[in-house]
């Protein structure tokens, strides 16, 4: 009689149990991964080379995140949900992976431009960014003038593009001051050309325009230079000129220096009139000003960010106001409102202040701020027109024109908001000066015999450029002989007269 099969133990009985269990649930873990991750193409052998290539360093391939079952809220013992979060991982190392891939292939920069307000110049901001200045390319010519339609603009830029080149002297030959011509100006004076120059170590140079070249007899004699006056004004750089309309022998100029000082032509001497009261105090002066029907009170600007008033009248009443946390490289008053400021600031602003309403105490009073404009890059300066037209220049190579016409309107401390403070016009513009050219400022005619609002700033193609208020160029002057940047420009305060000075401290002139 066969003998019965041996039989199976408690223990032997449960093991198999718990195997039966343990392949019942990867089972279902497999199908749970299945429906998670797509199936991944494998992926194709790159091509074989026949050239030798060199032992390569093997690299580990990306690992996932460990991350605890415990702060995923998972069960221990759940083993499809392990399982889930396991191909969660790997998924997200291959999307980490595809990211660190390199991008063959050719590329669009505006398709790549990287998304933000810091960014936003995109594509835009490479546009002549390392083609630079181009000496002697005219970005106006006779053909714009020619194709004006407008008859009024059309007389205007005529008048304006046929102002001649000093023709005496070559601008190579009038070299105004020994150093880079930091500041110009004409004097008022209507009878002949008188202009001042100040350099980057304080000379200051004075040429009369009215001067000819005298008649030689023999025509191979070497023909004289002509005749220029240079004074050792300051001792760092003349930074501006002021000419007050009531006093026509005196010319204020301000200085890196700390100081103001006033040439008296007449009596043939130069008189400090401001510094700090420390000698030790540095107080460098970026621009001056002074409204022609105020002619005893000068205002200046400094590189520390601060707008100071200086009556003339009370030497010992002097107020400075801290008007931004960094340089301001330049100022003007309203010519017909001088209690409104405008100031161009490194910080990339335009800010208009009011001084009629004063706000603060002690070391922190200063005028009201009625309104700014920001733009991209930093502000050189903000010059005003006696029509109310503000004229800005930026690193952002643009030239902005605001129209404040209505200023004479404003109450004090008027709110001007976000709209009011928007530019009217934008004209493109080369301001890229570096480091061996004088920053480009505009330049407004102060009083202009023919009524119309116009303004002057240098031309990196080494011309001085002219316009209109509305941003129409009316004339961009050049001629022989300009072998430099006529950086520094300004225009005589009445008449048609635009005279621009160089690097190397020439002097361009057209009359």
């Not at 505006?110 to 630079?132: N, P, Q, T, Y």
């Not at 002697?136 to 046929?162: A, I, Q």
């Not at 970026?286 to 100071?308: C, K, R």
């Not at 990196?460 to 050049?478: E, H, I, K, Y």
Request: aromatic share 6%; charged share 25%; hydrophobic share 35%.
């Amino acid at each position: 009689m066969p003998s019965n099969p041996p039989q199976m133990s408690a223990f032997e009985r449960r093991r198999l149990e718990n195997i039966a269990s343990n392949r019942a649930i990867l089972n279902s873990a497999v199908e749970v991964a299945k429906t998670i991750a797509a199936k991944t193409p494998p992926a194709k052998a790159p091509p074989s080379r026949s050239r030798t290539r060199s032992t390569t360093v093997k690299r580990e391939p990306t690992r996932p995140t460990r991350m605890s079952s415990r702060l995923a809220g998972l069960d221990a013992d759940n083993e499809t949900l392990k399982r889930k979060m396991e191909v969660e991982a790997e998924t997200a190392a291959e999307v980490a992976k595809a990211k660190k891939m390199r991008v063959n292939g050719d590329l669009s920069l505006g398709d790549i431009s990287i998304e933000g307000k810091k960014w936003e110049a995109g594509v835009s901001g490479l546009k002549g960014l390392v083609r630079g200045a181009q000496p002697g390319v005219r970005t106006f010519s006779e053909d714009d003038v020619k194709e004006t339609t407008d008859k009024g603009l059309k007389d205007l830029r005529l008048r304006m593009s046929s102002l001649k080149l000093y023709e005496h002297w070559t601008p190579n030959e009038i070299k105004i001051t020994p150093q880079r011509a930091y500041a110009l100006g004409f004097h008022p004076i209507e009878s002949k050309p008188i202009i001042f120059a100040g350099d980057k170590e304080g000379a200051l140079g004075i040429f009369d325009a009215s001067q000819t070249v005298p008649e030689l007899d023999d025509e191979d004699a070497e023909v004289p230079e002509p005749q220029i006056s240079a004074f050792k004004a300051h001792a760092r750089t003349i930074s501006s000129f002021v000419f007050p309309v009531n006093d026509t022998n005196s010319v204020y100029s301000s200085s890196y220096d700390s100081s103001i000082r006033k040439v008296d032509l007449e009596k043939e001497s130069s008189v400090q009139v401001y510094a700090p009261n420390d000698p030790n105090e540095e107080l460098p002066i970026s621009a001056l000003d002074m409204a022609d029907s105020e002619p005893s009170i000068l205002y200046f600007s400094t590189l520390d960010g601060a707008v100071g008033r200086y009556d003339l009248r009370t030497p010992k009443d002097v107020e400075i106001w801290t008007l931004s946390e960094q340089k301001i490289g330049g100022f003007s008053l309203h010519p017909l409102q001088p209690h409104l400021i405008a100031t161009a600031s490194l910080d990339r602003t335009l800010k208009i202040w009011d001084t009629r309403k004063m706000t603060g105490k002690g070391d922190l009073r200063h005028p009201t701020l009625l309104g700014e404009h920001q733009s991209r890059l930093s502000v050189s300066h903000a010059s005003w027109s006696p029509g109310g037209h503000i004229a800005t220049s930026s690193y952002d190579d643009t030239i902005k024109i605001y129209d404040f016409s209505d200023a004479s309107a404003w109450k004090a401390g008027r709110d001007l908001g976000d709209d009011v403070m928007q530019p009217k016009h934008k004209v493109a513009h080369n301001n890229q000066t570096g480091r061996w050219v004088t920053i480009l400022k505009p330049q407004w005619q102060r009083r202009p015999h023919d009524g119309i609002q116009k303004f002057v700033i240098g031309n990196m193609n080494r011309f001085v450029d002219v316009f209109a208020s509305d941003g129409s160029q009316l004339a961009q002057l050049g001629g022989d002989g300009i072998s430099a940047v006529p950086a520094a420009a300004h225009f005589h305060p009445t008449l048609d007269w635009v005279a621009g000075a160089t690097a190397s401290g020439k002097l361009c002139l057209w009359q």
